[in-house]
Structures are given as C-alpha cells and as structure tokens.
C-alpha cells in the first residue's frame, strides 16, 4: 500500500470506530460530579449563636438546604473560611478561623468565633446585628495553617494568644475524634479569667485527661488553678520532648517572644508553623491618596487613606474586590500596580509575580497615589 | 463588542494560539477563569518554596545548536526565556523485572549500557535514529499540508504499525524496547497501542532535540508569553469564568456574570469533552461520537516536598527517578488500576537547576498514577484523610525503593490530587494528559482526520487536543491550529 492509501485506510477505521459510540452529551465521572460540588461561595444560615465572653460569640452555620450549596466543603482543622458582608451598602469580606471538628462539616456545619473588635466594622456588626436565622455566604475553606501527619511531630506544642484559641479548638476536637494521632498541649495565653474563651469545652477536655491539653495563662489576673504572666521556658519546659511541632496563632509579639525561648529548646524552623492572623501597619503621618482602579469595562477613582489597604479603599467604595485571606498569603486577590508606590506587609508574592509588578491588595498601604489593574 | 477570535483558558494551548493570532494583527481575547496565566503550567509557594506544578523538562525548544520548533516560534514573537540543559541522568527500577539502572552521560554512554545488558541494541538503536530522522521530517511536510508520496518510505511502512511491531521488525532487543518505551508509562499508552509515528516524534525531540529545563519558575514562562501576547495587542480577562457557548448564527461566549462576547471564530484551550458537557449550547453528534469513542487518560497524585537539606546529604543524585512494577507497559498499566503505587515517578529539579529552591534545601516532586476509577471511593468525609495517606505511602514507597530517607527532612509539603487538577484547570476527571493517545486515536489520526470532524467556528488547542499532552504539543498546537484558521481565512477572502 502506498501513503495514500494507508492513510485513507486509517481515517476509514476511525470513522467507523468512532460511528459506533453513543450521540448523547458525554457524562461526567464521579470526580467530575463532585468537583461540580465545590464551590467558591457556600449559602449558610445562622443555626445558633453563642455568647463565649462578653465580647466573644461563637456562630453556628449550617449549610441553605435549599440554595445552590447544600452541602458544605470539608475542611482541615486549622482552615479558615471568609465571610461575605454587605455593611452599609459596602461588599466587606473577614477570614475567621473555624473552631469546630472537621467532622462537623460532614453534616454541613461549619463554626466560628468572633472577638470583638475596637471600631471593628465587620466584628461589631456580626456581634450586634447578626440573628439566629440570618443568611451568610462563606467562602470554601482554605489556608495551609493546621497538622500534617506526613512532616509533623507526634508531640505537638500549640501556643493561642486572645482569639488566636479558635483554630487549635478544632485541632482538639480532630485529635480526640482520632482523625489525627498525637499529643497536643495547647498554651492559651488570656488576660482575665473572663476573657477565656470555650471556658466550658476546655474544662471538659482537661477532664478527660486523653492526648489532649490546655494550660492557661492569665497575663493580668491571678487566680487559683491557672498560670500565672506571659509564657515563660519554664512553663513550656515540662511538655517539651525529643521532637516537637510548635503551632501559633496570635499577635505579632507573642511570635517574637516565643521564637526566643523556641531558640532555646532547639526547636528546628522547618517545626514551627505560624497562622497569619493580623497585618499590622501604622505610617509615621496619616496621609490620604488617589486610587484609580482599572477594571475589565470601566474605571473608578476613588481616595485611599495610608493607614487602610487598598482592598478596605475599595471595599469602602462599593467596588466588589475579590478577597479570601485578608493578610497576603493566598493571593486570591492578586492585582497589577500600574502606577505608584504602596507598602506591601507580609505578601507572600511569587518571584515572577513581583517581577511581573502584581501586588496583594489585601496588605498593601498607599505610599503615593495609585493606579491598580484589577480583573473583575 | 466583536473580536476576530475568542481563546477560552489561557493555558500555554491558549497564549500559543493568542500569539500566533496577535502577530497576525487579529483581534484577540483571551478568557481565563484563575487570576494567572499558563493552566497546568503554574508555580505555587509554600514556605520559602516556589514550587512548580508541573513544567520541569521543556522537549522541542532544543538549544542554540538544535533549534526546536517551539524555539523558532519564540524568535519570531520575540519572547526570550532562560533555559538550561538537562543531562541524561535517570534512575528506573522495575520491580518484575529485578532491573534497576541509571542511564546516564552521552548517548553513546548509555546506550553501551544497554548494549552491554541486552546485545544487540547498540546498532539497532543506530539504525533507529535515521528512521526517526525520516518520520519527524514526512510529519512536518504532512502538517504543511502536502503529500508525503514516495520520499519517506519508512514513513509509509511504519504509518499503521504500534510501536512495539515497528521495534520489532526494526530488530531491536525485546527488553530494550521496553526500556526505551519507559516515558510511555508515565502517559499510560501501552508500546502496543501507542502509533510508532507518536513514539517516534517524541523520541526524535528527545534526543535531537534535548530538553531543556526553564532557569525560572513555571509561572514566569507564562507570564512572559502572556505579556508578550498583550504587546502584540491582544487582550486577556482573567477571572472571567466562561458559562456557555453557543456557535449558530453568531459565535458567542458568556460569563458567569452574564457578560457576552462576540467572535468570527472560538477556539477552546479545553477539552472536548469539557466544551461538550459543561459549555456548547449546541449538540453536535458527531462530536459526542467521537468523545464517548475515546479513552480519558490517567489521573494521579502529585506530591510536592520541600526538603531542608541540600540533594547531596540526602544522596538524591538523579534528576529522574522511575519505578514500575513492570517494564512492558501493557503489563504495569494493570497495576496503576488500584490504590498502589508501583509506578512512582521522582523528580529532583536542584540536579539541573541551582535556582530551584532556596540554598541548603532540596525540592521533590513525587508522582503516582491511577488508571481505573479507584478514586470513587474518596469523598468528602474522608478526602484529606487518604489523600494524606495515600502521600504518606509514596513517599514512603520512594524511600523504599531508591534507599533514600526522605519523611524527616520535609519542612513544606502539598498534595495535589485529580480533584485539585479537575478544579483549577476543568480537566475531565483531573486527567493529567487529554484523552489517552491509543489505537485509532493516536496524534497522527487525529491529525489525519482533523479537517473532516471540525465543528464550525470552534477549534481546540492544548494538552487535551491533536497533538497530546506536553507543553511542547500544547503550544505547538495553539500555533498549528490558528495557521489552519488564518489559511482558511485567507481563502475566503
């Protein structure tokens, strides 16, 4: 046979093999129907509201079983998911760690806890507006903060500062429900005895006396039964073993002081993992820039202040600016600066991105007026 | 507003079709649904680690004496890219058979391996290289579109053969073939089904062509061809999640957010079948025909490690390392059809690259495959659960196998499964490689066939499309089929 002829030959199989399958649409696989599941906005409806402290509550969210998403994304103990907000006509977005078992979301429950905030918008509005049968679009789950069977020590070392206990309760209740197998001592740093956060939860999990353990520190009071000032090596020294995994989530200080006495008990950087938590900022002089955003069909001018981020300038305007982690990590909402300067804390920014002149709204201040290329 | 042509999915398919279309003064949109550019070809951080998902050896760009195509194609749109060369240095093990070499050095080194294990191989393997000479070129003039008569007789003789025949008639050693067929496993087509012109371009870019690993990381490369594309004056929306699209009367794309754009011609860097379920408004039996005829390829596990010591310390001296519970193909795609992993896949980019991560550290990238549909049993109540498990057995499998200690030195690790891959580049079943290059399906049937089963005003480019899975085909793809458009265009007018 010549080319000719083969290759008519060739087509001719084809035709036929291809004649012979069904006409109809072909059908999504398993993962092709769960992955159609996931979604980036979840539809929930506040179950059950919680007063933990008299700034704190605590918000039960299960999934609208009547929306487009009635089921809820599992999650990682440690995760966090972002709520969605409309404050004031302003589209406001705010990660909250989720406090609840991972097991939770298997019947489409998610938790979180939220701390009253000085001035707060998001924080005051959710303490004192929000109601048992409200609706609230949350994000998927996300975030890299958590345990990690493969590279993580069996004895595990947590330290909360304030708020920061939120993520490490659903670490404990995870490693009681034995979906992970180690020790956890969770330090839990707190001002006042009143300020303790899942008071009753801690207490009950102390009780049982399994692989899992909080031990309280009061920074401002004294009081029987609990530690007593700041974490100290010798607080800590009793719980230290031969390898340990360090977990922490608090304010900035309570890493540096932490990482000084971590120093000290040899504790490799490759087993201590910080959760993000606040990005903080304060300019020498309160100055107030343009801001020109650039979007797919239009454009808006709009002023930032530089001692807010470019995201909170837009979110205040009413420009619906992608958000997800609020604090540089993800960059959910990466966007191109055409034109100016802005201070950026903590983006963790690809090579190639930065080069590329990308910056992550989210934690970046004005430094000179700005001109921002942002997709939507 | 009306464009020329609309590209949905601004993987390399995609930007390699803008490119080609951009430089021909069209007026291009690109609608890409992630915030960055490149699909598949994307880099994440962890840590202090860049990581990159899935570029790490560049075939067809060649260097400055062995021009590849894709090379060529850069000068001409102007885009410079920093590359480095990739020695041969792999490890392969295959657990049936008790082998277990480094093909390593020259050519000529390792094939005096093969020679020295198998006799025979070395001088067939010599008179296989001229044939692989010959297909590469009969393709090139078959993809211009002219007859490929009487000047590549071996062209002709080998055009309806699989691979393994063709081997075998060209007398080369049966356990050598096998060897050479090490890279097909990885893909999933068996040597048997897999066409000898498939196997033959591939292996003639391999070794004429040497592949070259990118100095930068993955997501540099596509947002250089995407700013480069953007110069050119086309345009990309990122973000822009395409909802439908619908081909009569005028050609439209719709989003998500019920924008609609208007185009003489679309052209999806998805798969068919993709387009097919999720987007035409549409029917196209014969479409569907030719989708429900076909094999969808493999999905897998992915697991990234950044390591705190540097390759040295942890005696990790290959850039590639293999293991297979056995060799022949069609017998180890047998085993890839279970939660097992004996075809593990290792890839060491600080062997060829200085840069790949931060000094005193060492980035892994471990690789399994699944055939079947072992992951059915996975949902959402126990997802992390065995993905975790699962990345802990193959890594503990790689230690085992290559001798190696790896678990206490992992500071970042990430595990990507098929349902990360279906969700951030819509791939059917988090298939990492299109639909499966087998038996009728091969890249040169799909080529020969190409202009009888197009849609009107709807082409494809990409992994998923003609030329197979690849960077080098994705991107060669996006450029071959924007030149059918452009001479089609021509015509008409």
Not at chain 2, 377 to 384: A, E, G, I, S
């Amino acid at each position: 046979m010549d080319t000719t002829e083969k290759i008519a030959k060739l087509k001719k199989e084809r035709e036929e093999i291809i004649e012979s399958a069904s006409k109809r649409v072909p059908e999504d696989t398993y993962i092709d129907k769960e992955v159609k599941k996931i979604s980036s906005i979840y539809h929930t409806i506040i179950t059950d509201i919680k007063e933990e402290t008299k700034d704190v509550k605590t918000f039960t969210l299960s999934a609208d079983k009547n929306s487009s998403t009635p089921n809820l994304a599992p999650f990682k103990a440690g995760q966090y998911i972002t709520i969605h907000l409309n404050i004031d006509s302003s589209p406001v977005t705010r990660a909250y760690s989720l406090s609840s078992s991972p097991s939770l979301a298997n019947k489409d429950i998610y938790k979180i806890t939220i701390k009253r905030v000085e001035n707060g918008l998001v924080s005051n509005y959710m303490l004192d507006n929000m109601k048992v049968g409200d609706p609230l679009d949350v994000s998927k789950p996300a975030g890299e903060f958590g345990y990690s069977m493969i590279k993580d020590e069996e004895n595990v070392i947590a330290i909360a500062g304030g708020s920061g206990i939120t993520p490490f309760m659903s670490l404990a209740y995870a490693i009681l429900e034995e979906i992970y197998n180690c020790n956890l001592t969770v330090f839990y740093s707190v001002r006042t005895y009143d300020d303790i956060i899942f008071k009753k939860e801690i207490e009950e999990i102390n009780k049982k006396k399994k692989n899992v353990k909080f031990v309280i520190t009061l920074t401002r009071e004294e009081k029987e039964g609990f530690l007593h000032g700041h974490l100290t090596k010798e607080m800590l020294e009793p719980y230290v073993k031969e390898f340990n995994t360090v977990l922490m989530c608090g304010p900035k200080d309570l890493y540096r002081s932490m990482n000084e006495i971590l120093n000290e008990f040899n504790i490799p950087r490759k087993s201590v993992h910080y959760e993000n938590f606040f990005v903080e900022y304060e300019p020498a002089e309160k100055l107030e820039y343009k801001l020109k955003v650039v979007m797919k069909d239009k454009v808006e001018e709009i002023t930032c202040k530089n001692d807010e981020t470019l995201l909170v300038a837009m979110e205040r305007a009413g420009i619906p600016a992608p958000s997800l982690c609020r604090v540089g990590e993800c960059g959910y909402c990466r966007s191109i600066l055409l034109d100016g300067k802005v201070k950026m804390i903590g983006a963790s920014l690809k090579k190639a991105e930065a080069e590329n002149d990308y910056i992550h709204p989210c934690v970046s201040f004005p430094d000179s007026d700005i001109v921002l290329k942002l997709d939507i | 507003m009306k464009y020329d042509y609309i590209i949905v999915g601004a993987g390399i398919g995609g930007l390699s079709a803008g490119l080609n279309l951009a430089f021909n003064d069209k007026k291009v949109l690109i609608l890409e649904k992630n915030s960055l550019p490149g699909g598949f070809v994307t880099t994440f951080k962890r840590g202090r680690f860049e990581f990159d998902a899935s570029l790490y050896d560049l075939l067809d760009y060649g260097n400055e004496e062995h021009i590849g195509s894709m090379q060529r194609l850069f000068k001409k749109y102007n885009l410079e890219i920093e590359t480095l060369p990739i020695p041969y240095n792999v490890k392969i093990k295959s657990i049936d058979d008790k082998f277990e070499e480094v093909l390593k050095g020259e050519i000529d080194d390792w094939v005096l391996r093969l020679e020295e294990l198998y006799s025979g191989s070395m001088s067939t393997f010599r008179s296989l290289l001229p044939v692989l000479k010959e297909v590469h070129e009969a393709l090139v003039v078959l993809k211009k579109g002219r007859n490929v008569e009487k000047d590549f007789p071996n062209f002709t003789k080998y055009l309806d053969k699989n691979a393994y025949e063709a081997l075998v008639d060209l007398n080369i050693p049966d356990a050598t073939i096998h060897v050479l067929g090490y890279l097909w496993i990885e893909i999933g087509s068996p040597l048997n089904k897999l066409s000898f012109i498939d196997f033959a371009e591939c292996l003639y870019k391999y070794i004429f062509k040497r592949p070259v690993a990118l100095k930068n990381k993955n997501i540099d490369f596509s947002l250089k061809l995407a700013k480069r594309f953007e110069e050119l004056g086309g345009k990309i929306h990122y973000r822009a999640k395409v909802k439908e699209i619908s081909l009569e009367n005028n050609p439209k794309v719709t989003l998500e957010d019920g924008t609609t754009y208007e185009a003489k011609e679309i052209i999806c860097n998805l798969s068919e079948r993709y387009v097919l379920k999720n987007l035409l408004k549409e029917s196209y039996p014969l479409a569907n025909q030719k989708e429900n005829a076909r094999t969808i390829s493999m999905n897998g596990l992915v697991v990234y490690l950044g390591l705190n010591k540097p390759y040295q310390d942890l005696k990790l001296y290959n850039y590639r390392y293999y293991e297979f519970q056995n060799l022949n193909s069609a017998v180890n795609l047998k085993s890839m059809k279970k939660f097992s992993h004996h075809t593990i896949e290792g890839i060491v980019p600080n062997i060829v690259n200085e840069y790949a991560s931060p000094k005193n550290t060492t980035i892994l990238v471990l690789k399994t495959l699944y055939s079947s549909n072992c992951w059915n049993t996975v949902n959402k109540t126990n997802y992390y659960e065995t993905k975790e498990a699962l990345a802990n057995e193959l890594i503990e499998e790689f230690e085992n196998a290559f001798h190696v200690d790896i678990k206490e030195y992992i500071e970042e690790i990430e595990i990507a499964t098929p349902f990360t891959m279906a969700r951030y580049t819509n791939s059917v079943n988090g298939c990492m490689f299109g639909p499966m290059r087998l038996g009728y399906d091969n890249s040169i049937h799909r080529l020969i066939s190409y202009e009888d089963e197009q849609i009107p005003h709807l082409s494809f480019v990409g992994a998923s499309s003609i030329f197979g899975s690849g960077v080098d085909n994705a991107f060669y793809s996006g450029y071959y089929i924007t030149e059918k458009l452009l001479e089609k265009e021509r015509k008409e007018n």
